[in-house]
């Protein structure tokens, strides 16, 4: 899925994006274990672990519930509460993750049960997703630009007002002998992108060290597409 928009600053510089996603991982495959008596299909997000030993264990995650097959034995459980990472609890068994980590264990009110399989990192070939945002920066100012100029291009995650922006992706290159508009691209995992969060294209020129010209694109959009591209 594509969108596109331009945007303009008075001070000269545009800048254009097209937001772009490639899934370049297959899709995650349904698991072949169906609740019983379901009336339609549910559709899984399956996920491969390789744990401690070598040992194999995979996720399969719909909303709020996963299902945890590991030594041919398959949990159900359901999202708790968690003081850091994600954990998921049958009441007798907890999966819990954290990044690309997780471990299983017997569950327990202190946290503390006894280890079933631990050090479990997800396969890296699952995480091919990419997305990127392909865009142009023109430079609108008479003057022309030395070789030497530098232009910094980031999408950032702006949602907090009172805290400096978070750098997602960015792309950075010497002006050069580059014609406008000058094309860039930023590399992203669509994971890190939070669907309550506002994101921005920040486009940056310096010579010198010293800022030039600046804007700020916002894309509103970004959350949507990641949202419906994903399903």
């Not at 009336?39 to 709020?64: R, S």
């Not at 992706?169 to 406008?180: I, K, L, N």
Request: with cysteine; charged share 20%; glycine share 6%.
């Amino acid at each position: 899925m594509r969108l596109f928009s331009t945007y303009r600053w008075a001070a000269g510089l545009a800048v254009g994006l097209c937001v772009a996603l490639l899934l370049r991982a297959q899709e995650p495959a349904a698991p072949t274990q169906t609740a019983p008596g379901a009336q339609q299909a549910t559709e899984w997000k399956q996920f491969d672990y390789t744990c401690e030993g070598g040992a194999k264990l995979t996720v399969y995650l719909h909303n709020d519930t996963v299902k945890i097959l590991f030594h041919d034995h398959l949990y159900r459980m359901r999202q708790v509460i968690a003081a850091s990472g994600t954990r998921y609890s049958d009441g007798r068994v907890v999966w819990w993750s954290k990044g690309n980590g997780g471990f299983l264990q017997h569950d327990s009110p202190d946290g503390n049960g006894e280890m079933i399989i631990k050090d479990c990192q997800l396969n890296q070939s699952l995480q091919a997703r990419e997305a990127q945002i392909t865009g142009t920066v023109s430079y609108l100012v008479r003057s022309a630009l030395p070789p030497d100029a530098v232009i910094q291009v980031q999408l950032e995650d702006v949602s907090r007002a009172d805290a400096p922006a978070i750098a997602i992706a960015e792309d950075r290159f010497t002006w050069g002998r580059h014609q406008v508009p000058v094309a860039f691209v930023l590399k992203f995992n669509p994971s890190e992108i939070d669907p309550h969060h506002v994101y921005a294209v920040n486009a940056r020129i310096t010579v010198g060290g010293q800022l030039r010209s600046s804007m700020i694109a916002p894309t509103p959009y970004l959350p949507r597409v990641i949202r419906h591209t994903s399903r």
